[in-house]
């Protein structure tokens, strides 16, 4: 891993209405010398990110008294920081919404205390990386016509229609160009993507590669660019340029 400037003293912000979950997160992490604050619910959180600087947030997503989806959208709309969602819900529908709506990571009940630091280090290292590259100049990717500029998360169709891709778009597409011509396992994807320690399932990947071709055949034809591999996963049969 890449030498990456996480802030000496993180801010993690940790929401559950279960008083004893966040006193034992907390117990865990703050010895280790990060800056630790709770929300029991949605409101209490958006006080916090309205008054101080907020480094990562862990978000139960099974709040007794509203949506812990909802609320990862409203931090979304307004605020750039990471999010480690935990959850005792298997059902997969929820791990598709959370990675559409650009969850870094995920813990599922019951966890152990190490998991949680460790996941919290990868994700904070992770995000690190990618402000770093976002301060670095402009890189355009170009394939097939399209052009890709991975900072603005823009991408300009060969007849010059310009999508908007979110960040979980933005990160699949970022994962084909860099390997183009090569099969990609969905495991594969994930990993690159998220890194080793997320999990996922094949309708994660699924969901979103179909999401990101749907958008980009809405303004130019993309058949054949992103092909499914029967068993395994997918491949994008672009030449990519810079």
Not at 22 to 50: F, H, K, M, N, W
Not at 135 to 158: C, I, N, S, T, V
Not at 181 to 208: E, P, V, Y
Not at 229 to 240: E, M
Request: charged fraction near 30%.
């Amino acid at each position: 891993m890449c030498a990456t400037e996480v802030p000496q003293s993180p801010h993690i912000v940790v929401v559950d209405d279960d008083r004893g979950i966040r006193d034992l997160i907390r117990a865990c992490i703050e010895p280790e010398g990060y800056t630790v604050s709770e929300a029991a619910d949605g409101a209490e959180l958006q006080a916090i990110l309205g008054r101080e600087p907020v480094h990562l947030i862990t978000l139960d997503l099974k709040l007794k008294n509203e949506d812990g989806l909802a609320v990862a959208r409203d931090v979304r709309r307004q605020y750039d920081v990471p999010i480690i969602m935990i959850t005792g819900k298997g059902e997969p529908v929820d791990r598709i919404v959370g990675l559409e709506l650009g969850a870094d990571d995920y813990i599922a009940k019951p966890f152990h205390v190490r998991e949680v630091l460790a996941r919290i280090r990868s994700v904070l290292r992770r995000h690190a990386g990618r402000e770093k590259a976002d301060r670095e100049p402009a890189q355009l990717y170009r394939f097939d016509g399209w052009e890709f500029d991975r900072q603005r998360r823009e991408l300009k169709a060969p007849e010059g229609a310009m999508l908007r891709l979110t960040q979980s778009e933005s990160d699949l597409l970022e994962v084909f160009l860099a390997n183009p011509n090569r099969i990609l396992t969905r495991d594969q994807i994930i990993g690159l993507q998220k890194g080793a320690s997320w999990f996922g399932n094949d309708r994660l990947i699924d969901n979103q590669v179909n999401r990101l071709k749907r958008k980009m055949a809405s303004v130019h034809d993309v058949e054949g660019l992103i092909q499914t591999v029967r068993s395994t996963g997918y491949i994008f049969t672009a030449a990519v340029g810079s």
